[in-house]
């Protein structure tokens, strides 16, 4: 599925972000967890958002505009280390109001390394979400960096955390930029949920 994607702008604040009733969608996850790269390959576009090898290169809420029917957001990383404490202090903080604050906000989509057992950074984003009240879905990424069963084993990791507070999980997808793996997924679920919320 082919999509026409186009940079809007970065924002160090949501409220300097246009006010729009257009669905809008955030990645947001662990610093190098694969957020800009996933989204090239959703959007078909190789450097529609900029990558890197190091963690933290995202520093402001990047927006695109999709077919210009949605938005696609891309925040930055939570967890790196090696940025000094103000600045993750004001990342956060910038991540989190336009979390809680954007009125067009329609789903997040946190991203979760499919290496990894479930981490208490990712775990503290999922209950602040919840205390909100705020729509998710899990993504896991980088599956290609593993075979199939070890992608299973943390996937069961991560239902088990999660069934101790939710009766009814959250959508969980499995992705890869790679392979492109969970890409047509991603994209028929956010296309099925704008024409649940589109006026009839």
Known sequence: ??????????YDDYQK??????????FVGRSNVGKSSLINVLTGVKKLAMTSSKPGKTQLIN?????GSWILAD?????????????????EKMVLD???HRKNLTNIFLL??????????????IEWLA?????????????????????????AK?????????????????????????????IEYILEINKQISPR
Request: aromatic letters at 12%; glycine letters at 4%.
């Open 1 to 10: 599925m082919k999509l026409n994607a186009r940079f809007i702008s970065s």
């Open 17 to 26: 972000c246009p006010e729009t009733t257009t669905p809008e969608y955030a």
């Open 63 to 67: 927006l695109f505009d999709i077919d």
């Open 75 to 91: 925040l930055p990383g939570y967890g790196f280390a090696k940025a000094s404490h103000t600045s993750r202090i004001k990342w």
């Open 98 to 100: 336009y979390l809680q």
């Open 112 to 125: 979760v390394d499919s290496r990894h057992d479930p981490m208490k950074s990712d775990i503290e984003k």
């Open 131 to 155: 205390t909100y009240g705020l729509p998710f879905s899990i993504v896991f990424t980088k599956v290609d960096k593993q075979s199939s069963n070890q992608t299973a084993m943390v996937m």
């Open 158 to 186: 991560w239902n088990k955390e999660l069934a101790k507070n939710w009766e009814e999980l959250p959508k969980i997808f499995a992705t890869s930029s790679e392979s492109g793996k969970g890409k047509e997924e991603l």
